[in-house]
């Protein structure tokens, strides 16, 4: 059964830090793996997509890595700003698990200005 | 594009009441819809998978008839809460995606915050 950690569970830093956000899965039998971003009481918001062949995908001052073998994804986050406080999902789709998706109990970020 | 519409957003009802909880595609159409729960400070919990025109599939656990879900169209599923209890208060989310195969993106609804009395 596919498992999903993610380290730390929260994490506040002071605006216009750099900062790393771990995820780790207990089997590599991936197709993708998801970062989400989750504002207070709201759905999510799906920010990249590393396919099981890729390394890391990049998006404006985010860039997520994957090391499949490990089990391993960083999201790294550039120059942090107060509007980037929200909770930080990662999720994976296991191979045999169709569409589904397990998420990790997320890292809640909080930025001060 | 790919907007998923949940409703409500918050209920708050008695002990006992069944509530309903609504999910829609606006802009493409949902062969495949996802219910979660989530309790504060914990990840998401998938509860059930529906096809349209198809039994949903639940997740060990969860228990059928507690939980209804219809997915009569290729654009709305619901979820039924029957005669909840305040141990069903939660945060349930929806999420749809279109077309089959091993993974087709999810899309996701804002989630109704449910409380009971």
């Known amino acids: 059964k596919q498992e999903v950690t993610q380290i730390p569970a929260a994490l506040s830093v002071p605006e216009g830090e750099n900062l790393v956000l771990n995820c780790s899965f207990t089997?590599?039998?991936?197709?993708?793996l998801q970062w989400f971003r989750q504002d207070p009481g709201k759905g999510l918001t799906s920010l990249l997509l590393i396919q099981s062949s890729q390394r890391e995908q990049t998006s404006g001052r985010l860039n997520a890595s994957l090391d499949k073998s490990s089990g391993r994804s960083t999201l790294y986050i550039a120059a942090s700003q107060p509007g980037d406080s929200a909770t930080y999902l990662c999720?994976?789709?296991?191979?045999?698990?169709?569409?589904?998706?397990?998420f990790g109990e997320g890292t809640q970020l909080t930025v001060n200005p | 594009g790919a907007v998923v519409s949940q409703h409500p957003s918050r209920v708050i009802c008695k002990s006992g009441t069944s509530v309903k909880i609504e999910c829609r595609s606006l802009d493409f159409q949902a062969t495949t819809m996802f219910w979660y729960r989530q309790f504060p400070k914990q990840s998401l919990m998938l509860m059930a998978t529906s096809n349209e025109g198809s039994k949903a599939t639940y997740e060990q656990g969860v228990e059928k008839d507690k939980f209804l879900i219809n997915h009569a169209s290729l654009t709305l599923s619901t979820l039924t809460v029957t005669s909840a209890h305040p141990e069903d208060s939660s945060f349930y989310i929806c999420?749809?995606?279109?077309?089959?195969?091993?993974?087709?993106?999810?899309?996701f609804g804002d989630g109704t915050r449910l409380s009971i009395l």
């Open positions: 999420s749809a995606s279109s077309g089959t195969g091993d993974f087709q993106p999810q899309h």
């Open positions: 999720a994976v789709t296991t191979i045999g698990g169709g569409s589904r998706l397990t």
């Open positions: 089997d590599s039998a991936i197709y993708n």
